[in-house]
């Protein structure tokens, strides 16, 4: 049994002996959560599994290539723009950012090493590169979304049938989904089936979808739908979806899709509807919480606390925030300050991120104060 272990790079990895070795005990997203500075940067569960002529170089090629995977995955995650992504990417080396490595299990072989690694990466030091590199990044994570997909057919409305393909396609997304956005489903189980039935959330019943969303605890929720419908005696679905409140009042409704001649049970017309419905929501949110140093603003707000710790407490949470390129304290006195902050991004993004932190902005520009959000 080995206990937790964390390098601080991963050459310091690729060098050390390691012999047998079996799971720790830990689960490997909580030991990114519980260790990396910033999750967003963390991936979790990385499999390595790698043949060589020797132990050694199959522990150094899995190491290095779970080390690059690991990378992908984080820039994929907060830079949106694909090209300026993959030319990021190119020009850039795990190593360089690395934080540390958890190895949740390992076991090297004669000519194989088979292993489950953690990577955290540096958020400063990847910030500074990004920045460097003239790029546009979001790195808050959105509140949970809940998805619930329903198949419209002749034989009435389903939301649990693990058999139908839209359905279950929806749920292996939701599962497999690793962006800033936060996919959340409810379990399949007979309470669930006999209170959510797939009529009212096809109807769009605020008292249904208010129940979901707080039985999953979002703030939000996608009803994705696919109606089958005959063009004479072609089959044809057409896909829409709109996004609702917590209370279950519309927000917006998304651009129908279809309609798609049914040539079997999973058209690939309706896997790209799926993504697209994700990605416009990937869209809203990235846009709105991004990190643009061409972007630049600063805003001055009232900071009142009731003591020196709270005071304290706020500088962390203003330093913990990356659209917060640093602030000037302007005033300081024993009910609070003032404080400029300055922006690398959208008034809207400074919001969503300090939510996180418990703190909301009030007031109009010229008289605005920061206070806890409840």
């Known amino acids: 049994m080995r206990a937790a272990l964390f390098f601080k790079n991963i050459t310091f990895l690729l060098i050390t002996g390691l012999c047998l070795a079996i799971t720790t005990g830990f689960a490997a997203a909580s030991a990114v959560n519980a260790n990396c500075a910033v999750p967003v940067f963390g991936v979790a569960g990385v499999m390595v599994d790698e043949r060589a002529e020797t132990a050694s170089l199959a522990r150094d090629n899995g190491a290095a290539e779970a080390a690059k995977q690991a990378f992908e995955t984080v820039?994929?995650?907060?830079?949106?723009?694909?090209?300026?992504?993959?030319?990021?990417?190119?020009?850039?080396t795990p190593d360089a950012f690395l934080d540390f490595v958890h190895i949740v299990a390992e076991n090297s072989l004669e000519q194989r090493y088979i292993a489950t690694l953690d990577f955290c990466f540096d958020a400063v030091r990847l910030r500074a590169a990004l920045t460097k590199a003239d790029l546009q990044w979001a790195e808050l994570e959105s509140p949970p979304v809940l998805v619930l997909p329903i198949w419209r057919g002749p034989d009435g409305v389903h939301a649990w049938h693990k058999h139908n393909a839209w359905i279950a396609g929806w749920w292996q997304a939701v599962d497999d989904h690793a962006g800033l956005l936060r996919l959340r489903r409810l379990t399949r189980n007979l309470a669930n089936e006999r209170r959510f039935r797939g009529e009212d959330i096809a109807a769009g019943l605020a008292t249904t979808l208010s129940a979901a969303a707080k039985q999953a605890g979002v703030s939000q929720v996608v009803v994705a739908e696919a109606a089958l419908d005959f063009n004479g005696w072609v089959?044809?679905?057409?896909?829409?979806?709109?996004?609702?409140?917590?209370?279950?009042?519309?927000?917006?409704?998304?651009?129908?899709?279809?309609?798609?001649?049914?040539?079997?049970?999973?058209?690939?017309?309706?896997?790209?509807?799926?993504?697209?419905?994700?990605?416009?929501?990937?869209?809203?949110w990235y846009a709105a919480n991004r990190i643009d140093g061409s972007a630049r603003g600063a805003i001055t707000a009232a900071v009142p606390v009731a003591s020196l710790a709270e005071w304290a407490r706020r500088l962390a949470a203003f330093e913990a925030i990356a659209v917060i390129d640093g602030y000037d304290i302007v005033t300081l006195n024993a009910a609070g300050g003032q404080i400029r902050l300055r922006l690398v991004g959208t008034r809207e993004a400074l919001e969503n991120a300090l939510a996180v932190h418990n703190l909301k902005l009030t007031g109009d520009q010229g008289d605005l104060s920061l206070v806890p959000a409840n």
């Open 75 to 92: 820039i994929n995650r907060i830079v949106a723009d694909a090209d300026k992504r993959h030319a990021f990417l190119g020009q850039s």
């Open 235 to 284: 089959p044809e679905v057409t896909v829409t979806a709109a996004l609702f409140d917590k209370d279950g009042a519309l927000i917006r409704r998304f651009d129908r899709q279809g309609p798609y001649q049914l040539a079997a049970v999973q058209p690939v017309e309706l896997a790209d509807s799926r993504d697209e419905i994700i990605r416009a929501l990937s869209r809203d």
